[in-house]
């Protein structure tokens, strides 16, 4: 036991929703030790003037943004950044040696023309981008165990990936045909003010927006190609419903076999997912909630057939926060340094 170890990692970014659930769940990691904690707006600062409620257990001031003292001092470092800013420091803390994992969408796409169509930012750093690895480990566990780089995975692209996922990679449905429908809460809009997010706006009402020009269309649209082994298209309109945490996505999707049922698909679901430990499939006829996810890392996946359509629909619920954000990005980390997947996540909400 003399020899134990603690990994020292950074948080560039920590004064956002990801990086507080960040600190959360990385204070109770067993492995790790929090050694910086950074941003450029709030340097100077301490993190509990940010985050009264943690005052008394996490005392860290907010430190300047500087690549070469962060990887001095970090082995690990999480970018919860706005995105366009991940890009121009994740290069120097690879070329450093350090384990990087980004939460913006900076390093989740393949080719960076597609990122600067959605994204209107210009990129340098191609030759750091081509070594990143998408962060879903129920679908890349592998590549992230190797990785150096990984972009974490969009909150709403988690939730419909994994319900798309084993629909795509066996050919059960036609690609062309898939609509996803999704809420998120609105802590997914960050912690700056926005008018749309203030109570009086948001709250007893419900409101699609980003309809058909989403950011997170052509991602989920990459890693769907991915599975078909040919170019797919979605339909995707998020919505904002006004809770705090946790995403919906429903997702609807024409069968091949219109003779395929509900329990089938349970079957084919369960066997997919056997080695996910962050993954529950629901028992037939039980769609998940929200409020089960919340706070714990899991997302829950219901299935229903309508033989009247011949269409499937996947409901899947996370915490858009957690499973959809930081916890990902934890559970990506563990995946890199070789610990079980599971170690210092949250297994369990509180409900109701």
Request: aromatic fraction near 8%; include cysteine; hydrophobic fraction near 40%.
């Amino acid at each position: 036991m003399g020899n134990f170890r603690r990994v020292p990692v950074g948080i560039v970014g920590a004064s956002g929703y990801g990086g507080v659930q960040l600190v959360r769940l990385l204070m109770e990691h067993p492995e790790v030790e929090i050694v910086y904690l950074g941003g450029d707006t709030s340097a100077g600062k301490s993190f509990g003037d940010l985050y009264p409620h943690l005052a008394h257990v996490v005392n860290f001031p907010i430190e300047p943004v500087e690549p070469e003292v962060i990887a001095h001092r970090c082995e690990v470092v999480f970018l919860s950044l706005p995105n366009g800013l991940a890009c121009q420091i994740a290069p120097q803390l690879c070329a450093k040696g350090c384990k990087v994992l980004d939460l913006s969408a900076d390093y989740r796409f393949r080719d960076l023309t597609t990122y600067t169509r959605w994204y209107g930012i210009d990129r340098s750093d191609g030759f750091t981008a081509v070594k990143a690895v998408y962060g879903l480990p129920e679908l890349y566990r592998d590549r992230i165990a190797e990785a150096q780089l990984v972009g974490c995975p969009g909150c709403y692209p988690t939730a419909s990936l994994l319900a798309l996922s084993p629909l795509l990679k066996q050919g059960l449905v036609i690609p062309a045909s898939a609509i996803i429908d999704a809420k998120s809460g609105t802590s997914g809009g960050g912690r700056q003010g926005k008018v749309n997010l203030l109570l009086a706006e948001a709250d007893n009402s419900l409101a699609a927006y980003g309809v058909v020009t989403h950011r997170h269309t052509p991602e989920i649209e990459q890693i769907c190609t991915d599975l078909a082994g040919h170019e797919v298209t979605v339909q995707f309109t998020p919505h904002l419903i006004p809770m705090v945490r946790g995403i919906l996505s429903t997702v609807y999707a024409t069968l091949r076999d219109p003779g395929l049922v509900r329990d089938d698909l349970i079957t084919i679901y369960t066997a997919f997912y056997r080695n996910d430990p962050w993954v529950r499939v629901c028992e037939s006829g039980i769609y998940p909630q929200t409020k089960w996810a919340c706070g714990t890392n899991l997302c829950y996946i219901g299935l229903e057939v309508d033989p009247r359509t011949g269409r499937v629909i996947v409901m899947s619920a996370i915490d858009n926060l957690i499973k959809g954000q930081a916890g990902q990005a934890v559970q990506c980390l563990n995946l890199m340094m070789g610990w079980d997947e599971t170690l210092g996540l949250p297994k369990l909400g509180f409900y109701p």
